[in-house]
C-alpha cells in the first residue's frame, strides 16, 4: 500500500474539524420521517438536500449520521468556499476516506490547481468498486464549491464505483447531471417545502426553549415563517428574552434578530444590482418576470428570477409551470422596510407602476390594491370606473374583494370618481339612502365636467342615477332613463362589457325596482324577469332580490303559481348560497304566506308568516314589510281580531319604511274594507277620498263597496261592472268585483246573482283563489243549487292549494252518526248556531261533537278535519 501524506494541502494543514460531524444543538427536534428517506435515498447513488439558509438542512443529515442508520462507512466533510481546488479536495476526500477505514493506495497531486488526472481518478474507482459494502460520502455545502471540476471528478467515480453514495447538501444543486440520475430514479431530493417544519414539529420546537404557544399562535407563527426553521428557532428566543424583560415585540421579517439574519446570511452574498431588484420587487405579492420587469424597469428580470430561484436566496416558484414567483413572507417584510426607510418615494413609484401593468392586463383588483398603497385613491376610482366595474361594488359591497379595498377611503376626497365609488359602496352595504346622497352629491361635481365624461365615468352615473330612482321622489323618471342606459350598453366597447357581464343585470334589476315603486304593471315584472335571467354566478343576492320582488308583485297581481314559483327559485337559491337566518329572502317568504292564505291553506300561511316576522321586524328592503302586514292583516281577519288588522296596516303604513305605492295603496284599501265590515263607513269613505290615484280599478272596487254599504246599490253597480268589463285588471280585483256584483243583485234579481257568482267563481279556479270567496261564501252559498253548491265546496273551497295531495290519516276511533252530521254542516262552510239548529240541538254540543271529530281525525282546525274526512271518504 501506498502512503499519502495528510498533514497537509496546497494552502496548509488539513482541518480536522471538517471531518466532524456537528454536535447537536440545545433543541433538537427529531424528524424521523425525513431521516427515513435520506435512508432510503443512499440505497441510490445521488441524494441532493437544498434549502434556503437556516432550514436545518446540515442538523437533518447529522441527525441522520449520529442515529447510523445504515451500517456502512459514513465520510462527513464540511466544505467551504476554496476546498473546490483539486489538491484540497481530493486531499479531505481521501483523508475522509482513510478516518473511516477506506485505504485508498493514490497519493493526490500536490501542485497547487492541478486537476485530478484520470489515472488518480481510476485509481480511486477501483479501491472504491472492490470495497465490500456501500461508503457513504457527505458533502455538507457543496453549493458553495466554485467550478465543475470537483463534480465532474465525483461524477467519474459514480460511474466506475458502484459502491460509492454521494449525499450533498446546500443552498442550490451541485453542479451534476442531476437530471439524468432523475431520469433513471437514481436520485432522491429533499427541498424547501420538504424541510419546512410541520405543525407538529414546531410545536416541539418551540417547547423545547420553553415557550407555550396558543393553537391559533402556533397557527399565526407557522403561517408568517412558513416552516423555516431559523425563523422559528429566532421567533421563540425572541419569546423566551421577552419573559425576562417585558412583552414580546411583533414578529415580522424587520425584527432586528431575522434582519440581521437575512443581511447577514442571504444580501451580503448578493451584488448590489441583484440587491436592488429583490427590493424593488418586494412590493408585489405574485409575480411573473414579466411583470417584474414592469416594475423595476430592468430587462434581465428572467434571469435574475431564475438565478435567485436556483440559489434558494427566499425568492422561489408559485406552483408548477405557472410562471409566478414570490418572496419568502419574513425576507418580503425585511426588504419593503429597507425600501420604505431609505427611499419612501420609491415605494409610491413602484405600486403605480404595479397598477398600470396590472390594469392593462385585466387584473382591475391587483391593480386597485396598489394603486391605494400608492396612496392614489382617485386613480383606484377611475380605474373601477373606466373599467366598467362599479357595477361589481354595487353587488358585493364592501365585503367583496374589489370593495374591501377601499376601506378607509377618505370622505374629504372631491372628484366625481371616488364620491360615485362611495355611493355604489354605500348601495352594495344596503344604505341606499346615503347612496343616493352621495349620488347626489356626485351629480353636482359632475356639472363641471360637462362633455368630459369618458364612457366609464358616463356609465357609472347613470346607472348609480337608475339604481337610486327606486327611492327617491321621482322613480317614473324610469321612462326617459332607461332606453338611454340600455341604448349605451348596446354601443359600449364589448371588450369591457364582456368583462362585466353584471352590468346588463344591474340595468334590469335597477328599473324594475324603480318601476315596482309605483306600478305593478308588466314593464315592471318583465324587467325584474330579465334581470334574474341576465344574473351571471356572484350576482346571487340580486338575483334573490329580484326573485322576491317578482313573487310578491305577481302574488298581488293574482297570479298565486307564478308568485309561489319565484318564491320558491328565491329560497333554493338562498339555501345553496348559504344565506344565514338574518339574510333569508324576507320577500319570497312573505309571497308563500300570501298564496298560501289566497288559497286558504291556513297552516302554510301560518308558517311562512312566522319565518318572515323576524325578518320584517329587522326592516327587510323593498315591499316585504308592507306586504307582510297586508297578510298578517288579511289573517287577522280570518280569525276575527279586527281590531288587530287596523293596528298591524295603521303600524305598517307610518313605519317609514320603503314601499311600492300599489302595495302602500293596497295597505290603505285593505283598513277601508275592515272599516266597512265593522261598520264604519264614513271613516272608509274618507280613507278612500285621501287617495292619491283614486282611477285605478282596486281603489274603484273598495269605492264601490263603500257605496253599497250606503245604499247606494245602482252607482256602486256601475262601477263594478265597468271593472269586470275592463281588460288588464288584475285577477283579485276582477274576482272581487264579481262577487259584489253577486252580493248587489242577491234578493232583486237572483238569476243575475247566481252569474255574478258563477264568473267570480270561473275567475278564482285557474289559480285556486279561495280566501275572497270564503268570506262572502255564507251569504251568496244559497244561490245555487245543491249539486252546484256541493262541487264548488270539493273543488274550489277546499282548505289546500289546487292538485295538493292529501296524506290519508289513520282514524283511531270511528264518528258516531251525530258526529258524522255535525262533520257534514263543517263541510257546508255552517257557522256552529246554524248546525246547532239543523240539528236541533244546542250550541255546546255541536261544540263537544266538534271537539271528538277533531280528536278522532288527529286534527287541529276544521278545514284540516274536512280535508282527511274527506280523503277517507267519510263524506
Known amino acids: 500500500m501506498v502512503s499519502i501524506e495528510t498533514s497537509a494541502d496546497s494552502a496548509g494543514s488539513l482541518l480536522s474539524s471538517k471531518f466532524v460531524v456537528p454536535s447537536p444543538p440545545p433543541f433538537m427536534v427529531d424528524r424521523p420521517a425525513l431521516t427515513a428517506r435520506i435512508t432510503e435515498g443512499v440505497q441510490g447513488p445521488v441524494t441532493v438536500v437544498t434549502g434556503l439558509a437556516g432550514s436545518g438542512k446540515t442538523q437533518l443529515l447529522a441527525s441522520w449520521v449520529r442515529g447510523r442508520a445504515v451500517r456502512w462507512p459514513i465520510v462527513w466533510i464540511t466544505v467551504e468556499p476554496g476546498d473546490e481546488r483539486s489538491s484540497t479536495f481530493w ?50 455545502g457543496a453549493s458553495q464549491l466554485a467550478g465543475r471540476d470537483w463534480a465532474a471528478g465525483l461524477e467519474f467515480l459514480l460511474s466506475h464505483a458502484s459502491t460509492l453514495r454521494l449525499v450533498l447538501s446546500g443552498r442550490w ?40 404557544l396558543t393553537e391559533q399562535q402556533l397557527d399565526d407563527l407557522l403561517e408568517q415563517t412558513e416552516g423555516w426553521a431559523a425563523g422559528i428557532r429566532l421567533y421563540a428566543s425572541a419569546r423566551q428574552a421577552a419573559t425576562e424583560s417585558g412583552p414580546a415585540p411583533a414578529f415580522t421579517g424587520n425584527e432586528s434578530t431575522v434582519a440581521e439574519y437575512f443581511i447577514g446570511e442571504v444580501l451580503r452574498y448578493q451584488a448590489p444590482a441583484v440587491r436592488r431588484f429583490l427590493l424593488e420587487t418586494s412590493v408585489l405579492d405574485t409575480f411573473t418576470a414579466e411583470f417584474a420587469a414592469a416594475v423595476t424597469t430592468r430587462t434581465d428580470a428572467g434571469r435574475l428570477l431564475g438565478a435567485l430561484t436556483r440559489e434558494n436566496a427566499f425568492i422561489q416558484p408559485v406552483g408548477d409551470g405557472t410562471g409566478l414567483y414570490r418572496h419568502h413572507r419574513l425576507f418580503a417584510e425585511l426588504l419593503r422596510a429597507q425600501l420604505a426607510w431609505a427611499e419612501p418615494d420609491q415605494v409610491a413609484l413602484l405600486h403605480q407602476r404595479a397598477a398600470a401593468w396590472l390594469y392593462g392586463h385585466g387584473r382591475l383588483a391587483d391593480a386597485v390594491a396598489h394603486s391605494r398603497q400608492a396612496g392614489d385613491w382617485t386613480g383606484a376610482a377611475t380605474m373601477v370606473i373606466e373599467d366598467f366595474a362599479l357595477g361589481r361594488l354595487v353587488i358585493e359591497g364592501s365585503a367583496g374583494r374589489l370593495g374591501s379595498v377601499f376601506a378607509g377611503l377618505p370622505e374629504h376626497l372631491t372628484n366625481p370618481e371616488t364620491v360615485l365609488v362611495r355611493a355604489a359602496l354605500s348601495y352594495g352595504d344596503g344604505d341606499h339612502l346615503r347612496a343616493a346622497e352621495q349620488f347626489t352629491y356626485a351629480s353636482k361635481l359632475l356639472t363641471a365636467y360637462g362633455s ?18 327606486a327611492a327617491g321622489p321621482e322613480p317614473e323618471r324610469v321612462e326617459e332613463l332607461a332606453p338611454v342606459v340600455r341604448t349605451f350598453l348596446t354601443v359600449a366597447p364589448p371588450r369591457r362589457l364582456d368583462r362585466h357581464p353584471e352590468l346588463r343585470m344591474l340595468v334590469y334589476a ?331 240541538v244546542s250550541i255546546n254540543t255541536v261544540k263537544t261533537h266538534v271537539r271528538n271529530i277533531l280528536r278522532k281525525l288527529s286534527a287541529s282546525r276544521r278545514n284540516e278535519a274536512v280535508r282527511r274526512a274527506r280523503a277517507l271518504k267519510l263524506i
Open 91 to 140: 486531499t479531505y476526500l481521501v483523508e475522509g476516506l482513510h478516518r473511516v477505514g477506506v485505504p485508498v493506495p493514490v497519493r493526490v497531486p500536490a501542485a497547487p490547481g492541478a486537476m485530478a488526472g484520470r489515472p488518480f481518478l481510476a485509481r480511486l474507482a477501483e479501491t472504491l468498486a472492490g470495497w465490500p459494502t456501500p461508503v457513504v460520502l457527505v458533502l455538507d
Open 452 to 469: 368630459s365624461c369618458g364612457e366609464g365615468l358616463t356609465l357609472a352615473f347613470h346607472l348609480m342615477r337608475l339604481l337610486t330612482l
Open 510 to 840: 335597477a328599473e324594475g325596482m324603480a318601476r315596482g315603486a309605483y306600478s305593478a304593471g308588466d314593464e315592471t315584472v318583465n324587467a325584474l324577469a330579465e334581470a334574474v335571467a341576465a344574473a351571471e354566478p356572484g350576482a346571487e343576492l340580486v338575483k334573490i332580490d329580484c326573485l322576491g320582488r317578482l313573487a310578491v308583485t305577481e302574488a298581488y297581481r293574482g297570479r298565486l303559481g307564478r308568485a309561489e314559483a319565484y318564491a320558491r327559485q328565491a329560497l333554493d337559491l338562498a339555501c345553496e348560497c348559504g344565506l344565514s337566518r338574518d339574510r333569508w329572502p324576507a320577500a319570497a317568504e312573505v309571497a308563500l304566506a300570501w298564496v298560501a292564505l289566497e288559497r286558504y291553506d291556513i297552516e302554510a300561511a301560518d308558517r311562512h308568516l312566522r319565518t318572515a316576522h323576524p325578518l320584517c321586524a329587522s326592516g327587510a328592503d323593498g315591499p316585504a314589510v308592507l306586504a307582510y302586514a297586508v297578510v298578517k292583516a288579511r289573517r287577522l281577519q280570518i280569525r276575527g281580531e279586527t281590531r288587530q288588522v287596523m293596528s298591524v296596516l295603521v303600524a305598517a303604513s307610518e313605519s317609514g319604511e320603503e314601499a311600492p305605492r300599489w302595495l302602500a295603496r293596497e295597505a290603505v284599501l285593505s283598513r277601508a274594507r275592515m272599516l266597512i265590515v265593522t261598520g264604519h263607513i264614513a271613516e272608509a269613505a274618507g280613507l278612500i277620498a285621501a287617495l292619491p290615484d283614486k282611477r285605478t280599478a282596486d281603489v274603484a272596487v273598495t269605492h264601490a263597496a263603500v257605496l253599497m254599504a250606503q245604499g247606494d246599490g245602482e252607482q256602486a253597480h256601475t262601477i263594478a261592472t265597468a271593472v269586470v268589463r275592463t281588460s288588464g285588471v288584475p285577477r283579485p280585483v276582477v274576482l272581487d268585483a264579481w262577487l259584489l256584483l253577486a252580493m248587489l243583485a242577491q234578493g232583486d234579481d237572483d238569476a243575475a246573482a247566481r252569474d255574478a257568482l258563477r264568473q267570480a267563481l270561473a275567475v278564482a279556479g285557474p289559480e285556486a283563489y279561495r280566501r275572497p270567496v270564503h268570506q262572502v261564501w255564507n251569504g251568496l252559498r244559497r244561490l245555487l243549487r245543491d249539486e252546484e253548491r256541493h262541487a264548488v265546496q270539493q273543488r274550489v273551497l277546499g282548505a289546500g292549494p289546487a292538485g295538493t295531495s292529501v296524506a290519508e290519516p289513520i282514524v283511531v276511533e270511528a264518528l258516531s252518526r251525530r258526529e258524522l252530521d255535525v262533520l257534514r254542516g263543517m263541510a257546508e262552510m255552517l257557522p256552529t248556531e246554524e248546525i246547532a239548529a239543523s240539528m236541533y
Open 173 to 212: 444543486d451541485p453542479p451534476l447531471p442531476l437530471y439524468r440520475y432523475r431520469l433513471a430514479g437514481q436520485l432522491l431530493e429533499l427541498r424547501t417545502a420538504d424541510l419546512a417544519f410541520r405543525r407538529d414539529e414546531a410545536a416541539r420546537l418551540v417547547a423545547l426553549q420553553g415557550v407555550d
